[in-house]
């Protein structure tokens, strides 16, 4: 695993609170009736552990990702409050693969990787949908620099619809995009997370 990503991980989501709030991802709200009801959910990323105990309590099976202990342990605390069960793994997802064909659905809200990895994971998640599997992904788009809601200030780490595109063609993976965007919204996820931005949009189902 990488210290410096564990290390950064860690003290961003250290102290009191949610840094990016207790509330789901919005885009996920209104995308999750693409998903198999009840099927298996891989959140990589998962941070604070927002998204992902929205999902159990929405009635999935939930299978949550993440390079920081600190970010866990606030999962499982919000997992406990809410009275769900999450499958909470610690690892860099840069370095771990989920099984192939293994989910109903994976969902990435602001996993950001340089593009060499970013490439490398994408396909590996894509592989792990079953067939008529469901992708869901959030994330900065490359004119979100310079705008002060969130997000990395390295382009390398920012993601266009064209290179999501280009990575799953890399990855020899089909499927069919049922939502994609380059849009301006407005967030409201925590302190970390508030006000216009620009992001990159994607709903893309498997097909075998």
């Known amino acids: 695993m990488s210290n ?5 991980w860690n ?8 840094k990016y709030g207790e509330r789901p991802n919005q885009f996920l709200t209104e995308q999750v009736q693409h998903l198999k009801p009840g099927g298996a959910v891989l959140v990589p990323g998962d941070g604070e552990g ?4 929205w999902l ?11 390079c920081s202990e600190v970010g866990l342990e606030k999962g499982r ?3 406990a409050k809410r009275q769900v069960a999450v499958q909470w793994v610690h690892a860099d997802v840069t370095a771990w693969a989920p099984a192939e064909a293994s989910v109903d659905a994976v969902v990435l809200c602001y996993l ?17 949908l079953k067939d008529g599997g469901v992708f869901i992904l959030e994330a900065f788009h490359p004119s979100q ?17 064209e290179a999501l595109r280009s990575d799953l063609r890399a990855a020899g993976i089909s499927g069919d995009e049922l939502v994609a965007d380059e849009v301006e919204t407005s967030l409201d996820e925590g302190p970390f997370h508030q006000g216009v931005a620009r992001v990159t949009r994607l709903v893309w189902q498997r097909q075998i």
């Open 4 to 8: 410096s990503a564990r290390d950064f």
């Open 11 to 18: 003290a961003k989501f250290s102290g009191e609170g949610f």
């Open 50 to 53: 927002r998204n992902g105990v």
């Open 56 to 66: 159990a309590e929405s009635g999935f099976r939930v299978t949550s990702v993440d």
């Open 77 to 79: 605390l919000l997992a």
């Open 112 to 128: 950001h990787l340089p593009s060499a990895s970013r490439s490398l994971v994408i396909g590996r998640l894509a592989r792990a």
């Open 145 to 161: 620099l310079g705008l002060t809601s969130g997000g990395p200030k390295d382009v390398d780490l920012l993601y266009t619809l």
